[in-house]
Every structure is written in C-alpha cells, then in structure tokens.
C-alpha cells in the first residue's frame, strides 16, 4: 500500500492556514476542515490574501487530500421556509468557499424531515442540492452526503436513502458519500469483526457503489449498534472496537480515500487526543492490534 491518509478535522481558530499548521504537527496525510464558522448563517467573504496564504501552506505541508465539512445550520429537508432558503444559500456559499480554496469536496448531513416523513424530506433535499449545484455548475466542487445515525428524523441512515439520493440528482461527477464509522454503526450497520466488516461494505457496494466514496470518518460510537444514537468515542474505547478500523485502514480499495477523525477534543481543545487517536489508527494500518 502507498501513503496512508489518514489526518483529522482541524479547527481553523486563528484564520484557515492555521487548521494545516495544526494538522502538520500532527503528522497528517489528509485534513478536514470548516471553512467559516460552523453555527452561523452569516460569514465574512473570503479574501484572496487569505486564499492565497490558505493554498501556499497547503502547497508546503506535504498533506494530501483536504475536505471541508459544511456548516452545521445547513438543512435541505427542514420545514421552516427560512431555514430551507438560508440552507439553500449556505451550501452555494460553501462550494463557492471551497473552490476558492482549493477544496474538491464538501461533506453535508442530508438534513432532517422534522416530523414531514422521509419521503417529503428527501425530495425537498434533492430540490434544494440540484438547485445549489446548478449555481454552482462552473465550479470543480462536489458533494459528499455523510452517512447518518438515523437521530431523531435525520435522513440518511439507510443506504437505501443515500442511493435514492444520488440516483435523483445525477451528476455523478460531482455526487458521492461520506462514511462515517460511527453513524453507519448506530444507524444498524454491524462493522464489528472481518466479517461483519465485509458484509457491510458488501451491502454498500451492492446497493450504492464502493466508488462513491470519496472521504471516510473515522469514529468509534459511545452507543450500541442500532442505537440511532450520534455520539463519537475515541477509537478503540466505543461499541465498535478496533477490527473494523483496522480492517477498513488495510482496505486497499478505499487506498485513495482521506480518512479522517472526529473524535472528542480534550476540553482546552488541544491536539493530545487527536495523536492519541491518530497514533493508534496508525498502529493498526501496519498491523497492530486486533482488539
């Protein structure tokens, strides 16, 4: 196998240059990042000052692959008028951020149904992203829609979704998915042990295509399987354990894709639980331990 990317996502506290500063000391290969912040509509426009030091760090740092993870607000199925206009504009927003810098993909939770039913809910998502990317069809940007828990009336959580999703919108060159370890775990998938590791790959494969994937979330899940529960542990110290991870990190097919952690911060936000994490994942690509 050739380079892991493997990294994490990186607070840009201090402007965005700072999250691949954070990410090098850190020894990663891939990053992921917000590329404004991620509880507010309203964001300042980028500056080409700011772009230009964004990509000339990248350029200098040795990480690969870089994603940027869509601002939490962002709803495409909420029923609120307001909330589903600002959606609409906050994603163009974020494709046109990511072209700016650089960036080939942004990552975005589906959006939740709030009590419309999942039918409603996804049309309305498949509305609003084929909107955004119209807008945005001069840019080298695409989508990935992460895999979710399935929490309250979060979309997303059955592969079935996802593939609907993307069937309806087309533009498979712009169009994919986001696994995330955690979500798929709590939403019913059991990746625990080889096997259960590739019978749900087997089933994704199936069902949407292992190709679609173009960035991975590495976490483990505070909650059981099948929870529907969101809520991410250190790898290793939640429900799934560590042969999927170990599994999935020496899974040749998934060889150019950025793995990427989201596991809790220590409570001054300092990076010592993200190199305990990386450390570890690192460990188990070369074929450490197995539980």
Not at 22 to 40: H, I, K, P
Not at 196 to 224: C, K, P, T, W
Not at 268 to 291: F, H, Q, T, V, W
């Given at each position: ?100 810098l650089g960036l080939r993909w942004v990552v975005l939770h589906p959006g939740c149904h709030q ?139 998934f060889a150019e894709v950025p793995k990427l952690i989201e596991t809790p911060k220590s409570d ?24």
């Open positions: 196998m050739g380079r892991l990317l493997l990294g994490a996502h990186m607070s840009i506290q201090g402007g965005l240059h700072r999250a691949i500063e954070r990410g090098v000391a850190l020894g990663c290969t891939a990053l992921q990042l917000f590329t404004r912040n991620n509880v507010q509509w309203r964001a300042a426009p980028l500056a080409e000052e700011e772009c230009e030091r964004f990509r000339a760090a990248w350029a200098a740092s040795g990480i690969g692959p870089m994603v940027a993870h869509a601002n939490y607000l962002i709803d495409l199925a909420s029923r609120d008028e307001r909330v589903a206009r600002l959606s609409l504009e906050g994603l163009v927003m974020e494709f046109q951020r990511a072209a700016a009590g419309a039913g999942e039918e409603r809910g996804l049309r309305q998502v498949v509305e609003l992203a084929a909107r955004a990317l119209d807008a945005t069809s001069g840019l080298p940007v695409g989508l990935l829609l992460e895999t979710t828990a399935g929490q309250g009336t979060s979309l997303g959580y059955r592969f079935e979704q996802l593939a609907w999703l993307l069937d309806a919108l087309g533009r498979p060159e712009r169009l994919g998915v986001c696994f995330d370890t955690c979500h798929v775990f709590a939403s019913g998938y059991d990746l625990r042990g080889e096997g259960g590791y590739q019978a749900v790959m087997a089933e994704f494969d199936r069902v949407i295509g292992l190709d679609r994937i173009h960035a991975i979330h590495l976490n483990d899940s505070r909650r059981e399987l099948g929870s529907r529960v969101d809520r991410h542990a250190h790898i290793g110290r939640g429900k799934l354990g560590l042969a999927a991870f170990r599994s999935l990190l020496r899974d040749s097919r001054a936000e300092r990076d010592d639980c993200d190199a305990a994490n990386l450390g570890k994942l690192r460990r188990l690509a070369r074929g450490g331990p197995k539980s």
